[in-house]
């Protein structure tokens, strides 16, 4: 079978099984502490925690998955062996509440031995039983279930059942929420298959797990005990490269003489083939057994796997909108990159190489995953950008490294190891690999030492949460927002619940309310509180807190608090204001539309601040856009805010939004989402308020577009009023400077650029001008040289434009009449301004010009010094520097020599 058949064979069967197939997931999680996706459940967990329905009780995919960095890394294990990868894809079928470890066990190895053909005496199956302080106890029940089907194919369950503990056997979400014990069937590749399971968890790459059934069963709480669960889940993840490599290395099971690898499967041969086209090498399917003296084959083989692996993962997170970058996970796609390129040059690969392979990739995932046809050139863009750049970093490094050899060291510090890999994108196995070939060591403890370091940083500074199984009650202390319809915040009936001090600050909390509270970017609502028609309190703020109260701030703090908890009151937004932030609002979706048309699809939000004034907008992007583009982004705007597209919004299920929506930047959603539709051409969830109609903005004009992070880029635009006032404040000064050049402002730039260009010509006259005078000034100063010795000297105050033209005259000066030391200085911005210059054979006689300087300013209540040859200074006392110069004497400022 082919790894596209593969695939498909199990997506069928699970379909045939009532499953729904979904589609994978991005690249790019919503759960903001992980990196990457690196699993199939990660777009279920807001199923398993009861905050969301699952799409269907039973669920099957193909999840694109990356394990670089974090908890999952196996970036630096990539290459030198045969079964790992920073991408692949994981296939996994899911019961939520429906089928448990009967079904998944049955199927498991009706998949693997009935339809692909496995053979049953080369598979075992792990079941958990706990080790000392582990939790729960022992599996029987999936003990039981295996046993059965051991016994009827003639198999014996004390072989083919191997018990684990926490480590390999028990899956925990987090330190809380949901987890169960869990069943490996793992495969014994020897060539003899008789191992008995010895080989099970044994880190051998003959016997590797290929599928991993997850019984969700437990509530971890926070107090380490583990409480059933009110629904039974199963979740499991099978390795699809591992899948179709064992295929293809056995050749569907019917030789066993070859080394396992993922590496031998179709997946990878297009991409070895580009590799061989561009290296003049051949992949010979060797494996390392010692990491550091690699053989040439085990070498050129190693650098195949890692390339074909790295292209794939840089091709789907592009895809997917992680770029490279200098921070967290756009930070690892780097290093990625970085990783394949130094790697690249170990086969002697030109410059640009790793873009050539792109095409590859896509044609063969493609069809499965369209994300990568509809990015292509995007992909493209970026792989050679960043290759471009890394190039120039290489040099830099290999400069260093070169040095350390050169230097004859006996060793390369750990520090020095950190720096090449941190900075410079040098693998520590690549450094060991050229350090080993000049028989230089590496400090590799110091190097552990330094990267613990950076994970200690890293861990602190990463975001623990505690992961909890809903309740219905947990929003029992929410606010009702009733404030979306604008026309509806006025004057609007409201019952007192309490009332918050804290730090002299007041907040009100309401049964309802038309406030909105500040989140998701936009600021929160303010306005005024009524209580017995006749106490007006302005509210200067609303905010949300973790209950999903609403709290308004009160501009004055309230006497007698308990007396008006219950009171009946009348709570009214301030109107003009919320509706210039909606027009914010709804201008950064129409912008966010905009900013995808003309930079692309790769385009998402990274962050956004909407207020009643302006509007800013982060986005995921690797280049800063050209003003064309900028210009372009905000024509496209315009015209649909022009087209009075009409806005809606409306709540539905998560998992009935329309295909088409957008859901960005790790927000985290509910059951329940509402969908903002602009005229059917953007369409996002979001929680803020809008306008009813595109027309409402009037105009957007862009401010300014910045970086703010690699990868990162700022938009920074106004919208209705605002931008009036911008664009009344420009035409207006338009309209006087234009005046002031007698012209009409349509005639303002061919009249601004006649003046530059008739300026540009006077300056060089001037120039011109003062280099002649500065000529004949030089001829004076030089004939009115003194001699001493064989010196010939020149001190004089000088009356010139600027201390770069007092230079430019001492060196005219002294060309004239070397052997010379000159000594000048002039009055600049009211300051004594001092310098000097001498020839080679004035320092070689013993005059240096640093200190000339240092002893003349030192006169005039300042400083200055340099070099021998020339120094500059100045001081304070304006009015003694000419007589200075007059009474300065060579003799006593010569050096000792």
Same mark, same amino acid.
């Given at each position: ?556 703090? *309230? !006497?007698? =608090?308990?007396? /008006?908890? %219950?009171?009946? $009151?009348? #709570? ?99 059951? *329940? !989402?509402? =969908?903002?539709? /602009?005229? %059917?051409?953007? $369409?996002? #969830? ?212």
């Amino acid at each position: 079978m082919t790894s596209t058949e593969v695939r498909q064979s199990f997506l069928d069967f699970f379909k045939s099984k009532n499953h729904k197939i979904v589609s994978s997931e991005s690249l790019l999680p919503t759960a903001p502490n992980l990196l990457f996706t690196n699993a199939g459940m990660n777009q279920f967990v807001p199923s398993f925690l009861g905050e969301r329905p699952p799409p269907h009780s039973r669920v099957a995919n193909s999840q694109k998955c990356i394990r670089a960095g974090g908890k999952h890394n196996d970036l630096d294990d990539v290459g030198f062996d045969t079964y790992h990868h920073t991408f692949f894809e994981m296939l996994g079928n899911w019961s939520f509440g429906d089928y448990f470890k009967k079904e998944a066990i049955d199927w498991a190895w009706e998949l693997l031995t009935k339809v692909w053909g496995f053979p049953k005496e080369r598979l075992y199956a792990t079941v958990y039983k706990p080790g000392k302080n582990d939790p729960s106890e022992i599996d029987q029940e999936a003990w039981n279930y295996w046993a059965e089907i051991f016994k009827r194919e003639g198999l014996d369950p004390k072989i083919h059942i191997i018990f684990g503990e926490k480590k390999d056997n028990f899956w925990m979400m987090g330190d809380t929420g949901p987890c169960g014990p869990c069943s490996e069937v793992h495969m014994d590749l020897t060539e003899n298959g008789d191992t008995n399971g010895s080989l099970v968890n044994a880190d051998s790459p003959y016997t590797i797990e290929i599928w991993n059934l997850v019984f969700i069963q437990f509530n971890a709480t926070s107090d380490g005990k583990f409480k059933p669960l009110a629904e039974q889940h199963v979740d499991t993840g099978m390795g699809f490269e591992r899948v179709a490599g064992i295929m293809a290395t056995t050749n569907k099971f019917t030789d066993f003489s070859k080394a396992p690898s993922n590496y031998n499967c179709d997946i990878f041969t297009d991409i070895f083939n580009d590799i061989s086209q561009l290296s003049g090498k051949q992949y010979k399917r060797t494996v390392p057994t010692d990491r550091i003296n690699l053989n040439n084959d085990e070498l050129v083989d190693c650098i195949f796997r890692i390339l074909s692996d790295h292209i794939r993962t840089l091709c789907f997170s592009i895809a997917d909108g992680i770029i490279p970058g200098n921070e967290g996970r756009n930070y690892v796609i780097r290093r990625i990159l970085r990783r394949a390129v130094m790697y690249g040059r170990k086969l002697d690969l030109k410059a640009g190489f790793l873009v050539q392979l792109v095409d590859t990739v896509i044609e063969k995932f493609g069809p499965v995953f369209p994300e990568l046809i509809e990015n292509r050139e995007t992909i493209k863009k970026i792989i050679k950008s960043e290759e471009s750049a890394f190039d120039r970093t290489i040099d830099r490094g290999i400069q260093i490294l070169e040095k350390i050899i050169a230097n004859k060291s006996k060793e390369i510090s750990g520090k020095q190891a950190f720096e090449l890999y941190d900075t410079y994108g040098f693998p520590y196995d690549l450094t060991e690999l050229i350090a080993n070939e000049n028989n230089i060591k590496i400090d590799y403890d110091g190097f552990n030492l330094e990267m613990e370091k950076q994970r200690s940083r890293g861990r602190a500074s990463q975001k623990k949460t505690e992961i909890l199984v809903s309740k219905e009650s947990d929003n029992k202390h929410a606010t009702k927002f009733t404030g979306y319809d604008i026309s509806k915040t006025q004057c609007i009936d409201a019952i007192i619940e309490e009332v918050i001090q804290s730090d002299n600050n007041t907040y009100f909390v309401f049964d309802q309310t038309p406030f909105y509270a500040e989140m998701g970017g936009q600021i929160g609502d303010t306005g005024f509180v009524t209580i017995n028609e006749d106490t007006k309190i302005k509210l200067t703020g609303t905010i949300k807190d973790s209950s999903g109260r609403y709290l308004h701030h009160a501009e004055s703090n *309230i !006497v007698n =608090v308990n007396e /008006i908890v %219950g009171y009946k $009151v009348k #709570l009214s937004v301030d109107h003009a204001r919320r509706q210039s932030i909606q027009r914010h609002h709804t201008a950064t979706h129409i912008l966010h539309w905009a900013l995808r048309e003309v930079l692309g699809k790769h385009v998402k939000q990274a962050g956004s601040l909407v207020t009643d004034d302006r509007l800013r907008f982060d986005i995921s992007h690797f280049e800063q856009p050209t003003s064309d583009q900028i210009q372009k982004i905000e024509k496209l705007a315009n015209q649909q805010i022009l087209a009075n597209s009409p806005v809606t919004w409306t709540e539905m299920p998560f998992d009935q939004k329309p295909k088409n929506c957008l859901a960005f930047f790790g927000d985290k959603y509910g059951a *329940i !989402v509402r =969908v903002v539709d /602009i005229g %059917g051409w953007s $369409v996002e #969830l979001c929680g803020g308020t809008h306008v009813l109609a595109t027309g409402e903005i009037g105009i957007i004009k862009i401010v300014q577009e910045s970086a703010i992070a690699a990868g990162t880029r700022r938009i920074e635009a106004v919208v209705g009023e605002s931008a009036y006032d911008l664009v009344d404040t420009n035409f207006n000064l338009l309209k006087n400077l234009s005046n002031k050049l007698s012209c009409l402002p349509k005639d303002f730039d061919t009249r601004f650029n006649s003046l530059l260009e008739q300026n540009s010509e006077l300056e060089k006259q001037l120039r011109k001008l003062r280099q002649s005078g500065t000529s004949n000034l030089a001829t004076e100063l030089a004939n009115l040289a003194t001699k001493i010795g064989d010196i010939n000297l020149v001190t004089a105050k000088v009356e010139v434009t600027n201390p770069n033209d007092m230079r430019a005259l001492a060196v005219n000066i002294s060309k004239k009449i070397e052997p010379s030391v000159i000594v000048l200085g002039g009055e600049f911005n009211k300051k004594a301004n001092v310098l000097a210059l001498c020839s080679s054979d004035a320092i070689k006689a013993g005059h240096k010009a640093g200190d000339i300087v240092k002893q003349i300013t030192q006169q005039l209540d300042g400083k200055g010094g340099g070099k021998p040859d020339f120094a500059m200074g100045g001081g304070k006392d304006v009015e003694k520097l000419e007589s200075v110069l007059n009474n300065f004497s060579l003799y006593n400022n010569q050096s000792e020599k």
